[in-house]
């Protein structure tokens, strides 16, 4: 370039109010002034030529679809001078000469035809430039769209998408359904292959989460459908979200791309969301976890919250406590996590129990009642959702094994940090409660417990007391059994076999009297639980006087210096929360 043509642009952009020479237009383009020569102009731009033929050219041009740095980009080629070409003026450049009529038609060897060269041979060709293109493209949108220029470029990255993944990023290191790790050969991930380096120079891909999300959408759908493995998708859409949801618009990023501006969280989930693959896996429960209470702060559509609900449902048995602890966003009072988005999870799980079968039933059973244990620490917790939450996690052992010492624990724990609860209300929340199915250790537990209600205490200690007389005539039978199987070997010894038959008939005949004794009673205590549980006025020490008299009878203690004793044992077993 030489220095009066540069020193004829900068006198121009300074412009003074002069007469100007009838062989020189001057423009404004982008509050930029430009003093050009008529012909020259006329030489190369279809448009420009006609316009001065009719005398019709403004002072300012504003319907042109270029800003200053572009339009001089032009001035300078009509003025003979070679443009500087690039992939980040490549479009708008396009778009421009176009627009002005810069065809082979109009003069031989002209703008277009050798600004469509270079984005041909020079940008489509590589992954990096591409992208590139596209992130300063956004200020010419609809013209570069209707000339195919954006199409082109999408084509471009996912065609070598597909030839080669690792574009994309690494896949993350995830936990099959079985809960092995899936090992990934780093030397492999980063050793560089022939295709790959006829993409980027030194084998360092630019990044594709770094474009906006009309262009990152349509990108990654091409790739799902022409079967990109879901493995880097996934990692792409995570680092996109990581970058455009979780950190929003980074101070570091370059200012200059008004698309970061414009590029809303909100709207940035939502496509996430969309593009999502539905295979189980491929992304952590944690960071599925984390989209979903973003989608919640962002107030994203209620479609995008449900997409990212069945999601986690389907991977449920792989999450934690701290996943399921999403912060209640409402105005109603009433606790401090989101219960009714928990549950909702649930309901999808079980709906959906078959991809991760008996075992994923077992951990999501184990993993609610930890949760329901720390939610009833939250004194705002109300009690039908306290409830409504434990009889789902009872609903997932039903059919099976599994003791009850979990809800025991979370029950004991929500009574403990809700004392003004009235003894009918007590009993509502032991509803869920399954006394046949709790641990000697949890029943022996209850049995000195003054939170629990009366009801449920006597239940307990009925419970146990079947347990005792089956378990002893089990062994009874057992004895009596083996006994006479081997009556007929014995040819020696008949009458001491015969007196030892006799004590175990004793002994059982005793303890069954013994049982029936406290049938009885328990019988008689429910009539008096029946007829006095409306007496409210009750005092406190009648109550525990009530108390000590049922563990007497059923000798669970002696004394009270007993009682404190047995207290003291079976901390280890099962804690009192706070203590």
Not at 509 to 537: P, Q, S, T
Not at 541 to 550: A, D, P, R, T
Request: hydrophobic share 35%.
């Amino acid at each position: 370039m030489s220095s009066k043509y540069h020193m004829e642009l900068e006198s121009s952009r300074s412009f003074k109010s002069k007469s100007s020479s009838p062989t020189e237009v001057r423009l404004i383009i982008g509050n930029v002034p430009f003093t050009l020569h008529r012909e020259l102009l006329s030489a190369r731009s279809a448009k420009l030529a006609s316009l001065f033929e009719e005398n019709k050219v403004s002072y300012v041009l504003r319907d042109i679809p270029a800003d200053p740095e572009t339009f001089e980009l032009v001035a300078r080629f009509c003025h003979g001078f070679d443009p500087q070409l690039s992939a980040e003026n490549i479009l708008p450049l396009i778009c421009l000469a176009s627009h002005l009529g810069m065809t082979e038609d109009h003069c031989n060897n002209n703008l277009l035809r050798e600004a469509l060269d270079f984005f041909e041979n020079k940008t489509l060709p590589s992954w990096n430039e591409t992208i590139r293109a596209l992130l300063l493209s956004d200020r010419v949108i609809p013209p570069a769209a209707s000339l195919g220029l954006i199409d082109a470029c999408l084509e471009s990255i996912t065609a070598k998408a597909i030839m080669d993944p690792r574009l994309l990023g690494k896949p993350i290191k995830n936990l099959r359904s079985d809960g092995c790790s899936e090992e990934v050969d780093e030397e492999d991930e980063c050793k560089p292959n022939a295709r790959r380096k006829l993409f980027v120079h030194d084998w360092q891909s630019e990044d594709l989460t770094t474009l906006p999300v009309h262009f990152y959408e349509p990108i990654i759908e091409a790739m799902k459908l022409h079967g990109v493995p879901l493995d880097y998708v996934a990692a792409s859409l995570c680092e996109y979200a990581r970058r455009w949801v979780f950190n929003g618009f980074s101070e570091g990023e370059e200012t200059k791309f008004s698309v970061y501006k414009k590029n809303s969280p909100r709207e940035a989930i939502e496509v996430i969301e969309r593009l999502l693959p539905e295979e189980r896996g491929l992304i952590q429960c944690p960071l599925l976890f984390e989209m979903l209470r973003y989608s919640i702060s962002l107030e994203a559509s209620s479609n995008c919250r449900d997409g990212l609900e069945v999601r986690i449902a389907q991977q449920l048995d792989q999450a934690t406590v701290k996943d399921l602890r999403i912060p209640f966003k409402g105005y109603a009072k009433g606790a401090k996590y989101d219960i009714g988005c928990v549950k909702r999870i649930l309901k999808n799980f079980y709906g959906r129990v078959t991809g991760s079968g008996a075992l994923g039933i077992t951990r999501v059973a184990d993993l609610i009642e930890d949760f329901l244990a720390e939610v009833a620490a939250d004194v705002d917790l109300e009690m039908n959702t306290f409830v409504s939450l434990a009889e789902m996690s009872v609903a997932a052992s039903l059919g099976s094994d599994r003791s009850s010492d979990g809800i025991y624990k979370a029950i004991d724990i929500y009574l403990d940090k809700h004392r003004y609860l009235t003894e009918s209300e007590r009993e509502e929340v032991c509803r869920v409660l399954d006394c046949q199915k709790m641990s000697q250790e949890a029943c022996e537990h209850a049995a000195q417990n003054e939170r629990l209600p009366l009801r449920v205490v006597v239940q307990v200690l009925f419970i146990e007391q079947l347990k005792l007389r089956d378990a002893v005539t089990k062994e009874v039978s057992s004895g009596i059994e083996n006994r006479s199987r081997n009556e007929s070997e014995e040819e020696e010894g008949d009458g001491i076999v015969t007196c030892r038959e006799e004590e175990l008939r004793g002994e059982m005949m005793r303890m069954n009297n013994k049982v029936v004794e406290l049938e009885r009673e328990c019988g008689i205590m429910r009539k008096e639980i029946e007829n006095n549980g409306n007496r409210r006025g009750a005092t406190k020490k009648h109550k525990l006087s009530v108390w000590g008299e049922i563990k007497r009878k059923f000798g669970c203690i002696s004394s009270a210096h007993d009682y404190k004793c047995q207290v003291q044992k079976k901390k280890k077993v099962h804690p009192r929360h706070g203590e």
